[in-house]
């Protein structure tokens, strides 16, 4: 419990939004996959389009840091860009904030509860009732929202 | 004795053959005289330095880290050293642990600093790879002047390639 409290505190420090929305621990931290990663649930690959240092992309999108490639990274796995995060059931939705122009991070909306989860860098994953918890200085902000029917 | 760690870090990492005598005549009795040491008044032979540097004796003196290697070299890590890569290497994770941005943590100031420290710092930074994980691909890529990682598709595999190189070159 006082482990789970510091990460919390060390995670509301840099994310302050979460500290006033419901949001829950649901991993250890671990540096071999990141939000990408998790967006796409594979905890095998650390998906970065940097072309170095054990890194994955996917085959066909261009290693770049911009948010068009990262859009692409989910178009070719049959995402569609829409404009809402609201739940849809049966919707699988993703979500690329951006700050200065560069993707940050990338959130997952569950399609079966509509709870999103996130993979915090090196850190936790999380499961939190809030896409917009995570804005602010150290993300950014929801850039782009795609969506695709959930795959069985 | 500031100013010896301080030369040692600066010029010494291991090797060479016969000093145990260099070692009692010289720093033991400096040692335990508490004088303080001038590198350039009392070391005029670099050669014997680094081969006293292979010796027990001096390591313990000294209170040097030894690291033992594959190849049976033996390479000295500073106290002080060790210190501020800890602190660095610790601010480092601590302010970059939730990004996902490979560039953007090698970056950081304390990434950043802990390369400058040079090659000396190479073993501290495959120990903490071995022990704690993290990104240090960029560090040791810049270190070392190559990227052994190259090709791998993994971070496991990236961190299992640096620390078999690692240890084929004496460095843990």
């Known amino acids: 419990m006082a482990h789970e409290d510091a990460s919390r505190k060390e995670i509301e420090l840099d994310l302050p939004g979460l500290g006033i929305t419901n949001y829950e621990i649901v991993s250890e931290e671990d540096e071999r996959y990141n939000c990408v990663s998790w967006a796409n649930r594979d905890k095998k690959q650390f998906w970065w389009p940097f072309p170095r240092y054990g890194t994955y992309w996917p085959p066909g999108v261009k290693r770049d840091r911009t948010l068009d490639a990262f859009i692409k990274v989910f178009e070719v796995q049959s995402y569609q860009q829409c404009d809402t995060a609201d739940f849809e059931p049966g919707v699988d939705k993703v979500a690329i904030f951006v700050r200065n122009e560069k993707p940050q991070h990338v959130s997952r909306q569950r399609a079966e509860d509509g709870m999103w989860t996130s993979k915090l860098g090196d850190g936790h994953d999380i499961d939190h009732e809030s896409l917009y918890a995570l804005e602010g200085d150290y993300y950014g902000t929801v850039a782009q929202i795609l969506k695709r029917k959930r795959r069985p | ?172």
Not at chain 2, 79 to 97: C, I, M, N, S, Y
Request: overall charge neutral.
């Open chain 2, 1 to 172: 004795m500031p100013e010896l760690l301080d030369f040692l870090s600066e010029k010494c990492t291991g090797y060479h053959s016969t000093a145990d005598e260099w070692v009692s005549s010289h720093f033991e009795d400096l040692h335990n005289s508490g004088q303080s040491w001038s590198a350039d008044e009392h070391i005029r032979d670099y050669d014997s330095l680094a081969q006293l540097l292979r010796r027990p004796r001096a390591i313990r003196i000294l209170g040097l880290t030894p690291v033992a290697s594959r190849a049976k070299r033996v390479k000295l890590i500073a106290p002080d050293l060790e210190v501020r890569f800890r602190k660095l290497a610790e601010q480092w994770r601590r302010q970059t642990k939730f990004r996902s941005a490979i560039e953007d943590k090698a970056i950081h100031p304390a990434y950043q600093s802990i390369i400058a420290m040079g090659p000396q710092v190479i073993p501290l930074v495959l120990r903490d790879l071995r022990d704690s994980r993290g990104h240090w691909f960029w560090a040791l890529h810049y270190l070392a002047g190559k990227d052994m990682a190259e090709g791998s598709t993994t971070i496991d595999q990236a961190r299992d390639t640096w620390l078999r190189w690692g240890e084929d070159n004496g460095y843990i």
